[in-house]
Structure formats: structure tokens, C-alpha cells
């Protein structure tokens, strides 16, 4: 089971069929929309499906659930140290928990910042480009939940006050109401219908061929509106605008890797795919021309992959290299929902930053 785009859907069909032409072993994909596939229980799937698409955030609810099989299976040490080193940024270590790898990225991303090059040449630099793009009615930003809170987070990180992942405070309410007072002052200013747009809403209205909009400055990057064709016009995607002076870091990691179910009746074929899925070769190879967004390192660093993307990969390497890992914990998942509701609730009434951080603040702590 993955997720229903053509990035998330069709390199796992295409590297399903190559698997069988090699092993024997045929894999049957599936898929669901980016809504269901951010909230459906992972343990539900996991009793339906042998392999399964997940997002790092729940790798603490699936450990205690027990409805994953750990990858770090004997006799395999070898290729699981070239899937670590060949990580970018934190990708794969995200995926270990509790002294285990629970998946293996095959998808790699974290916010980027998107552009219209046609109509601005240079993506912004810093976070007061930005603002003043978007006075001018240039700016998209999604702020669906949960994309609130990760532009909260990332802007809180890039700022130097990284929320915190153990139990306890969120963040400084100092510092997080510097935050909220940014994304009040971005939000006044663009479409209120952001409110209800994620990350492929905000690009189809980029891509459009009538679009006012030429800068996104905080999105997921999505490979597919960097390449020709996919679209009336080509998107493509930077390093994020600094808002402190730390450089392009704090990001929050996005991501997906592909993990086995404790449920399977073939296990050790599933595992199988996973690694050879996760691999240099398939992911700089097959996994990237059929309009995949490959986690491993060759892939990004490879020419022809970038060639064919605009620069995608290179352009927001350091981005990602510097991104921010999202809490992990069980009970985790029901903050990031609540914490991106409550953070739209006070943005759209005009509340106060300092109880908007309060309310993070308490949800985050009653979340462990």
C-alpha cells in the first residue's frame, strides 16, 4: 500500500514489475489518497498488506502496536551500512527506533522552497523576500493540517529554536511566539483559501499557465513539477529562505520509506523487495525514471536524474541535509493533528501568539 500520486505510486508499480522479472516474485501495489495515507492506522494496513508505504512520525505508535517487522535481520549488516551511508540527511536514521529499523527510506524530503522561474529567476533568499513577494500577491503557503505545524517548525528551527522531541515544552514561549507572530504576518497577506490547501493544491494553482503565484517559500518538494511536461508550466525547487542566520537548516523531514508487516504470509519475500527497493542501484535507476523521488544519495547526486529534473536534487540538498527530525514518540500523530488545528484556529481569529504557544505548549506535553 502507498500513497495515490504519481510520485508515490508509479516507481513502485514500475520496480514491481522489474522485481518479478528477476525474482519470480510478484508485487502488487495499491494505493490511497495523501489525506488517508497521513491518518489511516498503520496497524489496520498492516493486516491487510505485506509491504506498506509510512512517514517516520509513527514509528513509536507502530513499535508498541508490534505491527512491523524490524528490517535489521541477521546476515544483512552489509547492505544495511551502504542503505545508512548513502542516507541523505537524516532520511534513514528516522526510520530506527527503540534500537531498530522499522523501514527503509525510499523517498526523501523535507520543506523546500518552490519558484516560477519563468517569472522570478532567482528563488528568495531570505525570509523578507519572501514577504514582500507576497504583499505583491506572489505568495502561496499550504497550511492545511498538518502543514501548519511543520512550517511552524521549521521556521522556529531555522530561527535557532528547534521544538523539542522529548517530553516536556514544545518550545520557548519566547521564541514560538516569534514564530506565530511570522506566520500571522505571511498568512494576512495570502489566499485565506491556504488555509485548506496542501502541498499538490498549491502546485497545480503554481503550474498553471494564468498563475500570479512564483514563490512557495516552505513546501514538501514534489520531483514530478520539475520535469517537462507534467505540468503547463515547470516549478522548480530551492534551498529555503532564510529567515535567521543559521543557513538553510531546520526543516522538518518529510519522507517515506517502506516497511514490512508483522502479518505478512511472506516475509522473507517482502523484506526482500524492501532492501532491493531501498538500493543505490534501483533508486538512482528505475525508481527515479518512473517519477520517483528517490532517498538514497546516488540518486541525488547523480547527473542524469538531476538533468532530467531541473536541478531538483541539487538544489535542495543542503536543505535537506540540515533538516529537522519531527518527534517520533507514541501519541505523537494525535499532537501533530491537534497542534496544526489549534495553530489554524488562532491564526484565522487573530488570538494571541503567546496563547497559541501556551495551547502547543500543553497539547505537546499531554501527548507522551
Not at 522529548?166 to 511570522?182: F, K, N, R, S
Not at 529555503?240 to 504470509?265: E, H, N, Q, R
Request: net charge negative; aromatic share 10%; hydrophobic share 40%.
Amino acid at each position: 500500500m502507498t500513497w495515490s500520486h504519481p510520485r508515490g505510486y508509479d516507481p513502485m508499480v514500475a520496480c514491481a514489475r522489474l522485481f518479478e522479472e528477476q525474482t519470480g516474485v510478484a508485487v502488487h501495489w495499491e494505493k490511497r489518497s495523501l489525506q488517508d495515507f497521513e491518518t489511516y492506522p498503520v496497524e489496520e494496513l498492516a493486516r491487510a498488506y505485506d509491504l506498506i508505504v509510512i512517514d517516520h512520525p509513527h514509528v513509536g505508535q507502530i513499535t508498541n502496536e508490534k505491527c512491523l517487522l524490524p528490517l535489521d535481520v541477521s546476515g544483512r549488516e552489509e547492505e544495511r551500512m551502504a542503505l545508512e551511508k548513502g542516507s541523505v540527511g537524516a532520511s534513514y536514521p528516522s526510520y530506527l527506533w527503540q534500537g531498530h529499523q522499522w523501514a527503509f527510506p525510499i523517498d526523501a524530503a523535507t520543506q523546500v522552497q518552490a519558484f516560477r522561474p519563468d517569472r522570478l529567476p532567482q528563488p528568495a533568499a531570505t525570509w523578507q523576500e519572501v514577504i514582500a513577494l507576497a504583499k505583491d500577491g506572489r505568495v502561496l503557503l499550504p497550511l492545511r493540517p498538518p502543514h501548519t505545524l511543520m512550517t511552524f517548525y521549521t521556521l522556529s528551527a531555522n530561527r535557532g529554536h528547534p521544538c523539542q522531541t522529548q517530553a516536556g515544552q514544545l518550545i520557548d514561549p519566547e521564541a514560538g511566539a516569534e514564530t506565530v507572530q511570522m506566520m500571522r504576518e505571511i498568512s494576512a497577506l495570502i489566499d485565506p483559501a491556504c488555509f485548506e490547501m496542501d502541498p499538490i493544491a498549491v502546485f497545480e494553482q503554481m503550474a498553471a499557465a494564468d498563475s500570479r503565484i512564483v514563490c512557495v517559500p516552505l513546501i514538501y518538494g514534489y520531483v514530478s513539477y520539475s520535469m517537462p511536461g507534467f505540468r503547463d508550466w515547470l516549478i522548480k525547487f530551492a534551498d529555503i529562505p532564510v529567515a535567521g542566520d543559521l543557513g538553510a537548516v531546520g526543516s522538518a523531514l518529510g519522507g517515506t520509506g517502506i516497511a514490512v508487516s508483522a502479518f505478512s504470509g511472506n516475509p522473507k519475500e517482502a523484506v526482500d523487495f524492501a532492501y532491493w527497493v531501498a538500493g543505490a542501484g534501483v533508486q538512482r535507476g528505475l525508481y527515479a525514471s518512473a517519477g520517483g523521488q528517490p532517498g538514497h544519495a546516488a540518486a541525488w547526486e547523480d547527473d542524469a536524474v538531476n538533468l532530467a529534473t531541473a536541478d531538483f536534487y541539487r538544489g535542495t540538498r543542503a536543505t535537506l541535509e540540515g533538516a529537522w527530525v519531527r518527534p517520533r514518540h507514541d501519541g505523537y500523530m494525535a499532537f501533530q493533528q491537534q497542534g496544526s488545528d489549534r495553530l489554524n484556529a488562532g491564526l484565522k481569529s487573530g488570538e494571541s501568539a503567546a496563547a497559541i504557544v501556551a495551547d502547543l505548549n500543553r497539547l505537546f506535553a499531554a501527548s507522551f
